[in-house]
């Protein structure tokens, strides 16, 4: 065996006899693949990099977070998810280096999957959870189907065709069902549609039969919908009812709400003075921070308290620190700043909850 083959350096990784050298390179090749992976879903219309502004050497910073843990060390240099990967491929006295590679690529792509949707969750819930219900719509309904093409996945309603739910569908197959010839929907028509259909009281599974319904009746466009619009759709629909309902309303604060602000404003002060001692004494007095940095953490950390007050206990701690940071990049986070100040916020947090309880 060739000592500069894949073959070898996977085997001296999975043997624990691999030389820093031949770490780094795996490391790097497996970086390159997820980093294809990823650019291949921008350009088939995903977003992956966050906003459309940001630099996109975030891309290959998210990359190597979606490979980091392939590389998770059991403490004595031995890579326990590789290794039971690989060894029963390795035991093959015939495994070629392209058979590796091709393995290699499946490996990095089901991870890099895997870790793209626990990003999403945390980036963005609200939309995760939209998502979740309208996969479980599908499942239970009789009359909504899904293929996918070119590495998207898009919804049709079937009316009384028929389909067999268990077998994947080819939409070459059903072209002319579908109306693939036709023209797409135009976000207008779409949008004005599903206002006219939409009940804030319905589920969601209900909410998506009326949609494609609605997109099945108009024979002038396609009979489908991509996933991602459907999101999309519903997230803007029920913010402008949401809005709407708002606006309606007759919001004038009473003397009860004024006070109650006042009280929660003045929890805020205390907790965040409690955290500016913490900040001083654990980190500002030993230089492990410098006082620009201290005032930073105080912002974003001010930041996550009205998070918590919004509902917004999801959100994301690099969105809050990147928002002062603008030039911090996702793996720069994880090495130099996730440990203290999510530490922090944990803290600042429980604190401010607890305050929060006295006025329940």
Same mark, same amino acid.
């Given at each position: 065996?060739?000592?500069?083959?894949?073959?070898?350096?996977?085997?001296?990784?999975?043997?624990?006899?691999?030389?820093?050298?031949?770490l780094?390179?795996f490391?790097d090749?497996?970086k390159?693949?997820?980093l294809?992976y990823?650019?291949?879903?921008e350009?088939?219309?995903?977003?992956?990099?966050?906003?459309?502004n940001?630099?996109?050497e975030?891309?290959?910073?998210?990359?190597?977070?979606?490979?980091?843990?392939?590389?998770?060390?059991?403490?004595?240099?031995?890579?326990?998810?590789?290794?039971?990967?690989?060894?029963?491929?390795?035991?093959?006295?015939?495994?070629?280096?392209?058979e590796?590679?091709?393995?290699?690529?499946?490996?990095?792509?089901?991870?890099?999957?895997q870790?793209?949707?626990?990003?999403?969750r945390?980036r963005?819930?609200?939309?995760?959870?939209?998502?979740?219900?309208?996969?479980?719509?599908?499942?239970?309904?009789?009359?909504?189907?899904t293929?996918?093409?070119?590495?998207?996945?898009?919804?049709?309603?079937?009316?009384?065709?028929?389909?067999?739910?268990?077998?994947?569908?080819?939409?070459k197959e059903?072209?002319?069902f579908?109306?693939?010839?036709?023209?797409? !929907?135009?976000?207008?028509? /779409? $949008?004005?549609?599903?206002? &006219?259909?939409?009940?804030?009281? #319905? @589920?969601? %599974?209900?909410?998506?039969?009326?949609?494609?319904?609605a997109?099945?009746?108009l024979?002038?466009y396609?009979?489908?919908?991509?996933?991602?619009?459907?999101?999309?759709?519903?997230?803007?629909?029920?913010?402008?009812?949401l809005?709407?309902?708002?606006d309606?309303?007759d919001?004038v604060?009473?003397?009860l709400d004024?006070?109650?602000?006042q009280?929660?404003?003045?929890?805020?002060?205390?907790?965040?003075?409690?955290?500016?001692?913490?900040?001083?004494?654990?980190?500002?007095?030993?230089g492990?921070?410098?006082a620009?940095?201290?005032? !930073?953490?105080?912002?974003? /950390? $001010?930041?996550?308290?009205y &998070?918590?007050?919004?509902?917004k #206990? @999801?959100? %994301?701690?690099?969105?809050?620190?990147k928002?002062y940071?603008?030039?911090?990049?996702?793996?720069?986070?994880?090495?130099?700043?996730?440990?203290?100040?999510?530490?922090?916020?944990?803290?600042?947090?429980?604190?401010?909850?607890?305050?929060?309880?006295?006025l329940?």
């Open positions: 065996m060739e000592n500069n083959t894949l073959i070898f350096t996977v085997a001296s990784i999975c043997n624990r006899t691999y030389s820093q050298n031949q780094v390179q490391i090749l497996t390159k693949i997820s294809g990823l650019r291949y879903q350009v088939i219309g995903k977003r992956i990099s966050g906003e459309r940001e630099n996109r975030e891309l290959g910073d998210l990359a190597l977070d979606c490979v980091a843990e392939l590389f998770s060390s059991d403490g004595c240099g031995n890579f326990p998810q590789l290794v039971k990967y690989y060894q029963p491929f390795l035991a093959n006295p015939g495994i070629t280096d392209e590796l590679l091709a393995l290699t690529r499946r490996l990095v792509v089901r991870k890099t999957k870790e793209l949707s626990r990003i999403f945390e963005d819930p609200e939309g995760a959870k939209i998502v979740r219900n309208i996969k479980v719509a599908i499942r239970s309904s009789e009359k909504l189907q293929f996918r093409e070119m590495g998207k996945e898009y919804v049709f309603y079937t009316n009384d065709f028929t389909i067999d739910k268990e077998q994947p569908i080819d939409p059903i072209a002319g579908l109306r693939k010839e036709s023209s797409p !929907i135009p976000e207008d028509i /779409l $949008h004005t549609r599903f206002i &006219d259909i939409y009940n804030p009281g #319905d @589920s969601i %599974s209900s909410s998506i039969n009326k949609l494609l319904k997109i099945y009746s024979e002038d396609q009979n489908f919908l991509p996933l991602d619009a459907i999101v999309k759709l519903i997230r803007r629909v029920k913010f402008e009812v809005r709407e309902k708002l309606a309303e919001n604060p009473t003397p004024h006070l109650e602000n009280e929660i404003e003045s929890y805020v002060q205390v907790v965040m003075q409690q955290v500016n001692t913490k900040i001083n004494k654990l980190y500002l007095k030993p492990k921070i410098s620009h940095k201290a005032q !930073i953490y105080h912002l974003a /950390l $001010h930041d996550v308290l &998070d918590l007050l919004q509902k #206990d @999801s959100s %994301s701690y690099y969105r809050n620190l928002y940071l603008p030039q911090l990049t996702q793996m720069q986070y994880r090495k130099e700043e996730r440990t203290v100040f999510e530490y922090l916020a944990k803290i600042a947090k429980k604190n401010f909850r607890g305050h929060l309880q006295e329940l």
